[in-house]
């Protein structure tokens, strides 16, 4: 049996309802951006360079703490996700990367794996290393830690995970390693604060020194949890000071939902860039924690105030700028190729906005000390309707102009039920 995918007739045919009025909206939009001396079709190839990588464990359906709730035809294996993948590409066209996870995407043969992707117009970006929990026939326990914990057994296990991702990420075309853990502590005085840091810094120390000559490797800060009274990790400030202490290839990787509510992200993201820190983000939204939502479907206004910042430095030149863009959500009550698609599109508004904003407008403003004028320059870019430019984005990519319609249209999920029979359980993760 041949794997359903979306037909080329399919699109081509989704499309063609919806060309007429693309191309009037396109055309009332441009207008009123030549207005503003913004050349649409400029701003439309921008947006067709644009590219966030999609990890492997979103494409399954994510879970809580409590239970997880699967939905029909989710991938059983790395190569289902693939296909997954290759789909959220193909109508949105802002997804070349995938961003693999180790074990959970473990394979026997890296080389035919990078293959398969090349085929599905795929290639990979940053491997995620898990030190935050045991896997089977593991020797020691990461219960109480990883690359901080107080053995150094267990911290030798930790590196060496590490120093072998880095070996299959080498394998894969990968030039990155994000490093998350969930090492910390759960009550006052279980943990001596300072060498725990201490610890983790000699265990990076190993794995940075393990990098090739053309990675990196991030360092992702999260607040709280699995850790609830300290976390080795816990912020930018850590982050940043650990960053600097391993050298010139250790970045910082913002994961927008591991933050203390209402933290300005979008400044820590101007004091990264500022010290040449800034190794990419996992984009996600929130109400209250790490919740994992889809990104832009909280506050849509944070997103683009975080692409306000990173375009803002691209403009200047920034040295060191080159932040690795990664999607990093649990899909709980959606189908998660719909729920990807739906991100990425956001990721691209956010950017598209951001890249409207009238720049010397706005500096003038602060430069007089107008408040509000340089305020409303942002507001001006934010609320407008930058949709026609995404739809024709994806259109001269070859993608869909309604990429979620197209997917329903498709009967894409019936088809992978029936292909892909329930299994016990898919990896997925909150991380
Ligand atoms: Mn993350």
Request: proline share 5%; with cysteine; charged share 20%.
């Amino acid at each position: 049996m041949t794997d359903f995918s979306i037909s080329e007739d399919l699109l081509q045919a989704e499309n063609a309802t919806r060309k007429t009025a693309l191309d009037e909206d396109y055309a009332a939009l441009a207008r009123a951006l030549g207005r503003r001396g913004i050349d649409a079709d400029a701003l439309t190839r921008k947006i067709m360079a644009f590219g966030v990588a999609i990890p492997t464990w979103g494409v399954g359906t994510g879970g809580t703490r409590f239970a997880r709730f699967p939905g029909p035809g989710e991938p059983r294996h790395l190569f289902d996700k693939l296909e997954d993948c290759a789909i959220i590409h193909h109508l949105v066209r802002a997804t070349p990367t995938v961003s693999p996870h180790f074990p959970w995407d473990a394979t026997s043969d890296y080389a035919a794996l990078r293959e398969v992707a090349a085929k599905h117009g795929l290639a990979f970006d940053a491997v995620n290393s898990n030190t935050f929990q045991d896997q089977p026939n593991q020797e020691h326990s990461y219960k109480f830690g990883s690359l901080s914990h107080v053995e150094p057994a267990v911290r030798a296990q930790a590196i060496a995970h590490n120093i072998d991702c880095i070996a299959i990420g080498r394998q894969l075309g990968s030039t990155a390693l994000t490093v998350w853990i969930g090492d910390g502590s759960n009550f006052a005085g279980q943990s001596n604060m300072t060498l725990a840091l201490d610890r983790y810094l000699d265990s990076m120390r190993e794995i940075y020194a393990a990098l090739p000559a053309d990675w990196r490797v991030f360092l992702e800060h999260k607040l709280y949890e699995p850790a609830f009274y300290s976390s080795v990790i816990s912020d930018w400030g850590t982050s940043f000071a650990a960053a600097q202490e391993l050298g010139p290839k250790a970045q910082c990787l913002v994961d927008l939902g591991h933050h203390a509510p209402n933290v300005n992200i979008e400044q820590i993201v101007a004091r990264l860039v500022r010290f040449g820190k800034l190794g990419g983000f996992h984009f996600n939204d929130s109400k209250y924690g790490d919740d994992d939502l889809d990104t832009g479907s909280v506050e849509p206004f944070r997103l683009f105030m975080v692409f306000n910042e990173l375009i803002d430095a691209r403009m200047r030149g920034a040295e060191g700028f080159a932040p690795a863009y990664m999607l990093d959500q649990s899909h709980n009550v959606t189908d998660p190729i719909e729920s990807l698609m739906q991100s990425a599109i956001e990721l691209q508004r956010a950017h598209a906005q951001a890249l409207i904003v009238d720049r010397s407008a706005l500096a003038e403003a602060q430069a007089a000390n107008d408040a509000l004028g340089a305020h409303l320059e942002l507001k001006r870019a934010y609320t407008t309707d930058v949709s026609p430019i995404l739809a024709m984005a994806r259109l001269q990519a070859g993608g869909a102009i309604a990429p979620i319609e197209t997917y329903r249209a498709s009967d894409y999920r019936k088809h992978k039920a029936k292909e892909r029979p329930p299994v016990a359980r898919t990896s997925a993760g909150i991380v």
